[in-house]
């Protein structure tokens, strides 16, 4: 009787699959969006964690420094020689620094950076705090009379939203060092002079755009990583899924905040 | 250890719920329950594992939120408190977890200065390793306060997290099952702390567990759970002085008698 059924009506059981699908989806957006709420109204107002901030921004920031110098570094290096025998084909090889400053500093400065903190930093918010949430920590700081949200959430986003920046300035300078280093080795052309080239095509613009982006991914990357862990739940399957869900989910914005903010900058241009 | 007379005063209710029910999903949990702590006692709630035990603590705490019913706490419902006051409210009572729930990343004493800094604005240094070093006194773990949690036994957690909540000098303690997963000697010591800190502390207890002799060491009133309602309140002897089936094999199966 029930394989009957199942045949003969099998459209309103989709249309009802589909439609409780798209109702947790749009849950989930307005959660994300009532947690975002939640931070700015709970960051401005007192007690300020300052130390926690600071912890947290060696946490997420100077940790990450050698991942971060070496992928940079690669990234400068192996560009520069990619792009070199298309430029060779024009004879335009002294553009070299110029397309490797722009490339850099315009999309992969701040992208690289976002997508490796998304991986560590992001997952690690999200592991962090999942495991706090699944053993009652969070719990145990709420009815302690103390602000959990405040000094867990707001710490950590403040802290990616600084970090973030600072690496992806640090990514842009280890990444044009290491152009510098395969374009001096094989045309042999001086700091001074690379430099020179690599900066005379950037505008105001694009240091702005390279860096608002940074800070965009920064508060990404940390709002993804808490909200996935602070709202997990179902025991240490939930932690996995938070760490998981936080750098699939941070991973994704980003590239959704770069196409809208390189549109932005271009209007300005 | 034989427990002490309690100084219980039946006039003063700190506790007052009425007709609190709470379900998940279509599963009723509490189906409007009624129940008065009072000042100064110890009050065991008991009952099979699923029962609803550990919802009754959190909706008192103000963790989960009921679905109907009143829940007076100090004279405050925390049905209809504001969150400014639930904060306020919540500094007066204690909460000990099933898991003890201490700050993995944090020592002991970082644990222990945690709420201590944030709800008693102007504290001085002094003043916070005083209360620290005292509330480990009073649990005897002094030894361990530069230790990380990760370090410490499951009985040693269980205290460290007792003193966690007493630091604030709490009204109401609420213990979440205090000796699950405890061998019976570290029990026994847990069961002892709980009545000593009634003593010492003045403090008025909710003690959720399934384990009799938790309930016959700690409670001077033990209030069984069943089937999302209290089936019987009174002393220990009262309560198992019954034919009634449901309450009976609890009894029986335990090895308490």
Redesign the interface.
């Known amino acids: 009787m029930d394989s009957v059924n199942n045949t003969t009506n099998p459209a309103p059981s989709r249309i009802k699959k589909t439609q409780n699908k798209l109702a947790a989806f749009f849950l989930m957006l307005h959660r994300i969006y009532a947690f975002v709420m939640r931070f700015f109204k709970e960051v401005f107002l007192p007690?300020y964690e300052f130390k926690e901030v600071i912890r947290q921004c060696y946490e997420t920031g100077v940790r990450s420094f050698t991942l971060i110098t070496l992928t940079g570094f690669i990234v400068g290096v192996i560009f520069t020689k990619q792009s070199r025998p298309s430029l060779t084909d024009f004879g335009a090889t002294s553009w070299l620094p110029s397309l490797v400053s722009i490339a850099i500093m315009k999309a992969l400065a701040p992208l690289v950076t976002a997508l490796i903190a998304a991986g560590k930093v992001g997952s690690s918010i999200g592991a962090e705090l999942g495991?706090?949430r699944v053993?009652?920590?969070i719990?145990?700081?709420?009815?302690?009379?103390?602000?959990p949200f405040k000094f867990l959430v707001c710490t950590r986003v403040i802290a990616t939203t600084i970090t973030i920046p600072l690496l992806a300035t640090y990514v842009a300078f280890i990444a044009l060092l290491g152009g510098y280093l395969n374009v001096s080795q094989n045309e042999g052309t001086t700091y001074s002079v690379f430099m020179d080239q690599a900066f005379e095509p950037l505008t105001f613009i694009d240091f702005w755009a390279s860096l608002s982006k940074a800070i965009v991914f920064g508060f990404t990357i940390g709002i993804v990583g808490c909200y996935q862990g602070y709202n997990s739940t179902k025991g240490t399957e939930g932690v996995g899924k938070a760490a998981n869900g936080a750098v699939v989910t941070a991973m994704f914005l980003v590239f959704i905040e770069e196409v809208l903010i390189v549109q932005i900058a271009g209007w300005f241009r | 250890m034989e427990k002490q007379k309690a100084h219980i005063d039946k006039n003063n209710t700190v506790i007052k719920i009425r007709g609190v029910e709470k379900s998940f999903a279509d599963y009723d949990v509490l189906r409007g329950i009624d129940l008065d702590l009072y000042q100064g006692e110890n009050l065991v709630v008991l009952g099979r594992s699923g029962t609803g035990k550990s919802v009754l603590i959190k909706l008192i705490s103000g963790l989960l939120s009921t679905d109907a019913g009143t829940i007076e706490v100090l004279g405050n419902d925390v049905t209809t408190i504001s969150q400014r006051a639930l904060e306020d409210l919540r500094i007066r009572i204690g909460f000990s977890f099933q898991n003890s729930a201490l700050y993995d990343s944090m020592t002991v004493r970082k644990n222990l200065e945690f709420p201590l800094v944030r709800n008693r604005k102007g504290i001085t240094r002094a003043e916070i390793n005083k209360d620290v070093e005292s509330v480990l006194d009073a649990v005897g773990l002094s030894q361990t306060i530069n230790q990380m949690p990760a370090e410490l036994s499951g009985g040693q957690r269980k205290r460290i997290g007792i003193a966690r909540t007493l630091i604030l000098n709490p009204e109401i303690m609420l213990y979440d099952e205090p000796t699950a997963g405890l061998d019976p000697i570290t029990c026994i010591e847990i069961n002892e702390l709980i009545n000593e800190v009634q003593q010492r502390y003045h403090t008025s207890s909710i003690i959720i567990t399934h384990d009799l002799t938790c309930a016959k060491m700690t409670g001077d009133r033990i209030a069984m759970l069943l089937d999302g309602q209290f089936q019987r309140v009174g002393t220990f002897d009262e309560v198992f002085a019954t034919t009634d089936e449901r309450v009976k094999p609890f009894f029986d199966y335990n090895f308490i008698q």
Do not use: C, I, L
Request: proline share 7%; charged share 25%.
């Open positions: 007690p495991s706090m053993t009652e920590q719990d145990a700081m709420e009815v302690s009379g103390t602000k």
